[in-house]
């Protein structure tokens, strides 16, 4: 309990610093001293919290619920460290640290820029109590005990010396339709352990794992990054609220302005790592599924964006003395948007909405933590708009919005619109299950073409006119390289690639067009002013990126095909020979060796496919060939090792007193051939299968279908009915369910028995210059990084 | 030049009503509903997702020649329906709590594009390792 003991301290600190920041900014000069200090100790509480958690992890304290649910002994090292955010609980707790972190920053930006520190502040401790408040006991805490709610262990997980205990018998269950075994760990079965002198600790050996899906090296580092951009885009919702508490726009804009720069290029980084990891991992072959999930962490990324560009021109404006500068009341909406949504998309991925449409969504988390989120969103959208409303009046009337058609301004303020508007389609779209709706990709794709079309020539465009206002014939003359170059270039792209959409056309010129312009603009920059390179660069990663997305979409191709071993084929028009597989990682998993070849030159690839331990389902790793100009995506969809046949025949999957009609017969399972569980269990021969009664013009006949354990092989032993024409062979049968799965062929159908072939059936797609999406993301990473350097310098008033 | 007032909000208004028009529009062309009641799914012929639990009594079939995969689904009112699904066997079907399968009803049966499986937290199975592998 010490943990949620510190937690509930941090709370208090919490509410404590943003009342006495919130007093200092009211004017009681000695509430600054007690704000820094309750802030800075409630950032210590919440780092000994975080510590303990990673410390009971580390140790396998399996007495607490997060530990038993998320990890467990056979993790290494830096996936049980990983784990910390493996589950709900725990994901609040980074958010909680990463946003703890930011505040230590922005406390110590904010004391070093005039009076900004109090409103700042007092507005991030609103926001730090929120998140304390989900990890709470009453909430999310992760430092549950095991037993305070009733729980069933599998008795794998519990020590075999105590299980024998009379005091145990009471809680053990068996699941009737899987006769699996459990105990009911609940308080009673631990005040009983307790008095018996028996710990925890002692009685649960182990935990349930994690999911193999997030075992993998991404799982260590997408989740902080992701969490480190909605953290900071905390900071602009701040320093909005700030510059209306002060009715004072000139600063905010200088002073947001680096941490919105830093907030969207680590937001944005995240965002595409998770889709790294999707592509890497998951084997359907993208890498952006407009997922629920996915699109919720990119509707604030884009509304970030959009404030970008309206900010810079609230800031140009600002400095040509037009007092608070033009959209102001544009960039207040649009920060403080950011972290709306961000709190948004958490109460969409976390609330349970989103049950059955998406895969990562958690499961129902009840109707408190629901509403609690809904009180979330609320307050910081009431905050936010209730200060926009007070100040509505002096910000209206201090608007300024005269503009020429061909200015920059107008640019990047169109540029702003369509940002928004992307983002108000995948918030659509998103949203829509809540009313019991659901749109599918082609929603999301179709109205994204004309945007990035639009996009992409803004992007150049607005490079080329000037600030306030830009004649016809200047533009004209400026463009007249870029505009050429880019229309030879699409000629190029349309000619190789054989593009016949009009809208595709359309779409690559434009991005060629925003490409070339960039360049054009940052060669002439290398030679002068280098610190003005970030937002060129930024955008020169945006134009590859966009490119990349056409090319390794729309020139995919994919191919599902079955390779027989030995047999080389030619796929995709590559000659692919399937050779074998061999174990890895322990024997746990198989890796599957195919070897490519095309104009003399040799690769090989090895996708993985196992039986997970933690869900008993198959799991499919793909692999990837990475070469210049395309990925060769080779995704397992499944292995026959040859011995049933199957594939002339009928699997039929029958549970204990099921029956099937195949070709005439009417097939019933009648009883379960036991095993010699004690030899099973120490690794002896033995046999186990199903007793059938087959059926067929009247007459009956008794089959048993066997699988016999010798020495390290198993053996599926195939059974022949003359009489009904009839060849059944036993597939896969669980002792624990009794299930068996069977297939049945026509024996005259199979006349010629051929040999026993292996096949692996895959699935192989090429992904060209899908490099351009991943390095088209990490070079406009590069140039946030700068734009933030050049700009915190500037943030000094 | 310089656009006045009543003209910029007179062009603002436009290209927000066609963008929405066009949202809206696309938005009922793709857009699926979900469905619990299978009376309503077998009685139309438009894509849904149809949400309900997988039929353990009635198992399933794969048909691995011509990669057809097929189950029987029930919703809570005990309404059945085949689902046949052009695919291989999800991953983690068998311990599915419930199932959402993409698709519409046709020719007698739930032709489905996509299969969702939630799965229960609170079980999970075990099994001989060996049965397994060799089943690969």
Redesign the interface.
Known sequence: MIGSLILTLAFASSIIAAIMYFMNYRGYNNALYYGRLAYHFMAMFVLVAAAMLEYLLLTHQYSFKYVY?YSSNELPTGILMASFWGGQEGSFMLWLVLTTIVGLVLQSYSSRRGDLEPRVMSVFGLATTFILLMVSPLFKNPFVYLWTEP??I?I?NINPSLLHLPLVQNFLFS?G??G?R?VKMNSDLYSTLTAAGITLKEFVMNG?GLNPQLTNFWMQIHPPILFSGFSMSTVPFCFAVAAMMKNDYKDWVKQAFPWLLAACGILGLGIMLGGYWAYEMLGWGGYWAWDPVENSSLIPWLVGIAAVHTMLVQKKSQSKGESIGKFAMTNLILCMMMYVLVIYSTFLTRSGVL??AS?HSF?DPGTMVYLFLIIFVGTFLLVGFGMLAYRWKYLTLHAK??????SRELALFTASVVLC?SA??VL??TS??IF?????A??YN??HIPIAIIIGLLNGLSLLIKWR?TKANDLLKKSLFSVSASFILTVLIILFGGISDILVMILTLTTSFALIVNLEIAIKIIRGNKKMLGAYIAHIGIALFLLGVLSSSIYSREN?IDLIKDEPKTVLGYKMLFTGYHPIENQSK?AFNIKLSRNNKEYEVNPV???SD???????EPAILSMATKDIYVSP?????GSTN??EG??????LG?S?DFSGSKITYNSFIAPDMSV?QNGGDFQMGAKLNIEKDGKAYSVDAL?K?EGRS?IFVPVELNDANIKIQL??????TQ?A?ITFSEINSTAAPSEPKEVLTISASTKPFINLVWTGILIMVFGFALSVTRRLKESFT | ???N?KN?YLFGGLIIIV?LG??AY??T??????ENDFEKVKSQDKIV?A?GSWV??K???????N?LFSFYMTDAQGHEMKVVFNG?MP?????AK?V?VTGEFKDGCFQASNI?T??P????????????????
Not at chain 1, 614 to 620: D, H, I, K, S, T
Not at chain 1, 637 to 641: A, C, I, M, N
Not at chain 2, 121 to 136: M, R
């Open positions: 649910e729980i069933f599998g794998k699941d339709s899987s699996q459990f349930k049950g059955d895969v499961v919005s005269e503009e020429g058609i061909l508007a108000a389609i659509v779209g829509a299950p019991g709706h659901s749109v599918d082609s929603f179709s109205m206002t599902t198989y496919m196992y039986i933690f869900n008993n389902g198959l799991m499919r969809l499944g292995y026959d090792d199957k594939t009928k699997q039929i999957s029958l549970d099921g099937a099973m699988m354990k198993v597939v896969k049968i669980d002792p624990s299930k799965d | 030049m310089v656009i007032m910029k963008f066009f949202m696309l938005f062309q793709s857009n699926i509903k979900y997702k949400t353990k009594e198992s399933y079939e794969i048909d691995s020649k990669r291989t991953n983690n079907f068998e311990s419930s959402v969702l939630k799965c937290s609170k079980y999970e199975g075990q099994n001989i390792q060996e049965v397994k592998t060799s089943n690969l």
